[in-house]
Nanobody, 129 residues
Framework: QVQLVESGGGLVQAGGSLRVSCAAS????????MGWFRQAPGKEREFVAA????????YYADSVKGRFTISRDNAKNTVNLQMNSLKPEDTAVYYC??????????????????????WGQGTQVTVSS
């Protein structure tokens, strides 16, 4: 079992940057692909970014491509989401999630909430205009 704890959320002005992090428990973190999702008030939780177990492949939602970067450190059991050029529409609760997979590619299941086995509690990101 994996426990995930997000941190690093906060309030930032439009155009600014923020990094959210996710710390994972357990000795098998490198066996999991990781993803970031977000949920704005009144909206469904949506995919943001994903990374393979090795960090060798990543995938982004079109809405964040070129602005967000996902990375991981398997030695520290952490996955990060660096968010630049933030927009008010990026305001949401950001969740990290773990998916048991040692494949070197991200299939369609990696882009869906249903494809993930474990979730963190979320961290709020608010972008003011």
């Amino acid at each position: 079992q994996v426990q995930l704890v997000e941190s690093g959320g906060g309030l930032v002005q439009a155009g600014g940057s923020l990094r959210v992090s996710c710390a994972a428990s357990g000795r098998t973190f490198s066996s999991y692909a990781m993803g970031w999702f977000r949920q704005a008030p009144g909206k469904e939780r949506e995919f943001v970014a994903a990374i393979t177990w090795s960090g060798g492949n990543t995938y982004y939602a079109d809405s964040v491509k070129g602005r967000f970067t996902i990375s991981r450190d398997n030695a520290k059991n952490t996955v990060n989401l660096q968010m630049n050029s933030l927009k008010p529409e990026d305001t949401a609760v950001y969740y990290c999630a773990a998916r048991l997979s040692t494949r070197d590619y991200l299939g369609s299941a990696s882009l869906s909430r249903r494809g993930y086995d474990y979730w963190g509690q979320g961290t709020q990101v608010t972008v003011s205009s």
